[in-house]
């Protein structure tokens, strides 16, 4: 036994240990394994074995001190957790003998998560549920967790679309504040707020939208005159109806955009204002802000200007019937339409061409790739993915979107005050890679600086079916950075636009929203609630999660549809590849799936410059851009990610020691 002396020698000895100790602050990175990594605030990352994984979650903000463990490698043990962010996430319901436990569909939770009897809300085995983290396991190693909600089982109809929903805690049903907002508005209030407004009613705005829209943010209308034509773009104004600060405008903050999952859109208004109130609907008054503006002979803007009026939309217009006539297809829809309305759309086209042509002599402006529609059945599953033409139509109301929008961006670029949408061009760590790229396959590109807005414009430019032995341009577009909200204006690069900010989608994007609101405060002192640089970086992640969300829903969707589609060889195109592979986009149904190099013959190496896959021996390459013929081999469930396996001939496959045609079919 220890004396009173030895005790206090051994707790002095501890006190020193614990003083002396060097701890590091960093943050738990998660890996497909049971280990994980500290990515350490000094920059480095310190591994961590499994029973130390045990103790954290992923995105943990914890301390850690290092020391040697097997084969004399340095690994970390925790030492505190300082903060947790994750809290609530998906998983399936698993019991086993008496224990009952989630199985999280969260990427880096590795473990199953035990669930207290008074916490398990009558849930099934294999149940998917939306739990909450109800103990960290930073003490001992064995979380708990509660569920919140069981959301249902595989197979169920809308089962994706509600997993989802929980997957990426997005809001589902509206506050009963935002109810009690929205029941107590009429068209009443249409008349209220019209007052003072420029009546605009007999003239003859149109909308163009798709058949099925009931959300309809903008009407057009154009008039020829001696330089070119006045083209006016009538934008819903959900600002009137909704006041600054109410529920339904912190809703909209809190939601970021209205997300379009197939079959069911969860909105960012409710539907008393989205599709019926704000609404440019036929045949009814609605509150609108007007930009009239100048289009000149040669496509370019003139002077330009913001009212507030009340509208009268004179016919909700499909693309397919606008296509019509400005092809002059004989139909009876068109034929039906008023002279006023005829000659509109024509002036429409007629300005949308010319602006088109401005932007392809002086901005940037993409092709059109190929888009698909997905098709539901009564159960919400994928019955058809059929191919959605874009037409002149759509690259008329394109056009004139975009005009009404560089006007936005100039006018707030002149103020103190404004939201922007800026595009840096290349990613910073893909500049010296993009150099190489050039200097390899386009030297008389090589000295062209395309982290400049002018220069990137122009590579762009001078990239277009430029003849190489790689496919500069689509390498080029693989890494770029990701555009991003900012309150001063700068370089739009993806456009080739000087600035740039959108304001023609206000009951589906709260930025648009919110440039209403900007607009309408400096021209007619109408109240604004400035966002702050907290709620810029909210907003900008919101609306990230928002394409994330309808990205992993369309991907379960495709998945399973991709069951079945048996056995035959499909064409398509490599659209992006990685050192493990690369994905293949058909032709057919736009579905892109994984040639893993497993499922390869050899072995391949990843040239970050070109971005092809090389065999080691024979040089065989697959590279972006590339047609190939692939087979579906499988869905990885856990990622929801589509297989094929490359189909070849004896022709296809290249000799030992011989080059490929880098051009031809895989």
Known sequence: MLNADALTQLRQLKSDIEENKVVFPGTVKATNGRFGFVALDEGRDVFLPPEEMQKVLPGDRVTVTEQEGDKGKTQGVVDELLETSLDTFVGRYLVRGKGHFVVPETPGINRWIFIPPKERQNAEPDDYIYCRIHKHPISDGKGQAKILKVIGKAGQTGIERAFTVATFDLPDTWPEAVNQQADALDESVIEARGEGREDRTDQPYVTIDSPGTQDMDDALLAEPNVTGWKLSIAIADPTAVVEPGSPAEQ??????????????????????????????????????????????????????????????????????????????????????????????????????????????????????????????????????????????????????????????????????????????????????????????YAPDLAGVDATSAEGFRDLMKQTEGLDSEVPVKAIISRQLARAELSFTPAPHQGMGLAAYTTFTSPLRKFSDFHVHRLIKSILWQEPVSELNEAQLAELQLTQFRARQAANSLESWLKSDFARTLGEETMTGVISRTTPSGFFVRLDANGLEGFVSCKTLDGKFSFDPITLRLVHNKNGRMFQLEQPVTVTFAGVDDERKQILFNLTETPADAPAAGKESDTKGDA
């Open 251 to 440: 809703e909209a903050f809190r939601r970021a955009t209205a997300i379009y999952f197939p079959g069911e859109p969860l909105p960012m208004l409710p539907d008393t204002l989205s599709t019926r109130l704000c609404s440019l609907m036929p045949d009814v008054r609605r509150l609108a802000l007007v930009c009239d503006l100048q289009v000149n002979n040669d496509g370019s803007l003139g002077e330009y200007s913001f009212h507030r009026a009340v509208i009268r939309s004179h016919g909700k217009l499909s693309y397919e019937l606008v296509s019509n006539l400005i092809e002059g297809r004989e139909a009876e829809d068109v034929n039906a339409l008023a002279d006023d309305v005829s000659n509109s759309l024509d002036q429409l086209h007629q300005a949308a061409t010319a602006l088109r042509k401005w932007r392809n002599e002086h901005a940037l402006v993409n092709g059109d790739r190929p888009e698909f529609r997905l098709r539901l059945d009564e159960n919400r599953r994928v019955r058809l993915i059929e191919p959605s033409v874009q037409n002149e139509a759509h690259r008329l109301v394109e056009e004139c979107m975009i005009a009404a929008n560089r006007c936005a961006a100039d006018f707030l670029g002149q103020q103190e005050k404004g939201l922007f949408i800026q595009h840096p061009g290349l990613r910073d760590d893909r500049a010296d890679n993009v150099r190489a790229l050039l200097e390899g």
